[in-house]
């Protein structure tokens, strides 16, 4: 078992990394030694990991920064970095390592404010690790102030500090940045790796495996959720069922609120798991007395904290949105495919009968329409059009298709 294990279907960009990892390691070693760095280094300060939603670049970056930590013994004596096991690749893959600073979008953008400290930790030498890593899970998402922080520390970084972005594509990266940053470009895992996947490390038997994997398209992280949690296969059934309930302008309007809805409750879900225990680690850090009450001048503190959490349950309700938005895409392709005659593989086998009554009762180009409505609906809820406002015209697009 090594960190390399769990990037599914990624066997090229798996060994680039742990090359990479063997060569920082070498350097580190060397200098420790006072010795001159080796010759023709794999490694780079500044990596950029891009790939479809769903293949896996924050669990690759994750773990590259893991095996850059990594204190196995046997990586002295010759072995490869990234072992899974010791306190450097533990601590790392956990995200709780202190040399590992990890960097998300809690809104729609990663403000500049949101990146002073980052910036500023990343010209400083490790504390206890290996090396100095910033793992950038969102780089899409930085506005131009912040994408200006990042290329100043990427242009000049310091000798132990490792940049690790993340973007669905090199196009979202601004190209002062990728242009500063070695490329990898992670591909869908099939369908098949994601299913063994699923057997193998968390003993989804095989056949909800299977059907797992097929239903999200490769997508490990959405086939693990549908494969463990009942909540999330009963929000997809509900959501394969709703094309055929739009036969009115009213059962329209009732279906749009209803995925908003249950958006909205997904996210308040995950933010009662989260806020709560984010309030009071911050009280224990801040010196709190007992009861709760706060030291003199930290109450900026917990609204700073507040208010992050407010933009992350909003953002966290526009991504449980957009997996509806997806499975209603998939849906509306498995008909196409049936219309076409396709051999294509259906996604959707547990709603058959729904597509092929789809399939009869429309034709490929209103099936098209139907698809350009769905992505016409995430399209605007990027622009921060209001999602009751962009899901009612998607589902009243779906009945008129």
Not at 376 to 390: G, I, K, S
Request: net charge negative.
């Amino acid at each position: 078992m090594t960190v390399w294990d769990d990037l599914v279907g990624q066997e090229k960009v798996s060994a680039v990394l742990d090359a990479a990892a063997r060569d920082a390691d070498a350097l580190v070693t060397a200098a420790a030694a006072h010795e001159p760095p080796p010759e023709a280094s794999k490694m780079t300060h500044a990596w950029l990991f891009t790939g479809p939603p769903g293949a896996g670049r924050n669990q690759a970056a994750r773990a590259f920064a893991a095996a850059l930590q990594c204190v196995s013994p046997d990586r002295a004596l010759g072995g490869s970095p990234g072992c899974g096991f010791c306190d450097g690749c533990h601590t790392a893959l956990l995200g709780t390592h202190a040399d590992v600073t990890a960097v998300a979008a809690v809104g729609a953008e990663i403000l500049v404010k949101d990146m002073r400290d980052t910036v500023r930790k990343s010209f400083t030498s490790p504390a206890n690790g290996r090396w100095q890593i910033i793992l950038v899970e969102d780089a899409e998402r930085l506005n131009e102030k912040s994408a200006n922080a990042v290329l100043k520390a990427v242009e000049e970084p310091a000798p132990r500090t490792v940049w690790l972005l993340c973007a669905p594509s090199i196009e979202d990266v601004l190209p002062t940045i990728r242009s500063r940053c070695r490329h990898l470009n992670l591909s869908t895992p099939s369908v098949g790796a994601v299913a063994d996947m699923l057997v193998r490390r968390d003993g989804i038997e095989p056949e909800a495996a299977a059907a797992a994997a097929r239903a999200t398209q490769g997508h490990v992280d959405r086939a693990r959720r549908l494969a463990t949690d009942p909540a999330a296969r009963e929000r997809r059934a509900s959501v394969l069922g709703l094309p055929l309930r739009l036969d009115e302008v009213g059962a329209c309007l009732k279906a749009a609120q209803e995925l908003v809805d249950a958006a909205a409750e997904d996210a308040k879900q995950l933010a009662e798991e989260m806020d709560a225990k984010e309030a009071e680690e911050l009280k224990a850090a801040l010196g709190a007395a007992q009861g709760g009450r706060l030291p003199r001048g930290t109450a900026g503190v917990m609204k700073d904290l507040e208010d992050m959490q407010k933009r992350r349950r909003t953002r966290t309700q526009r991504d449980s949105l957009d997996i509806a938005l997806g499975d209603l895409t998939a849906f509306y392709r498995d008909v196409l495919a049936l219309q076409l005659g396709s051999r294509v593989a259906i996604a959707n086998a547990d709603a058959e009968d729904a597509l092929e009554r789809l399939a009869r009762g429309s034709t490929p180009e209103s099936t098209l329409r139907r698809i350009e409505a769905i992505g016409a609906c995430r399209e605007a809820l990027d622009r921060n059009v209001a999602p009751l406002l962009a899901v009612e015209a998607m589902t009243m697009a779906l009945r008129a298709g």
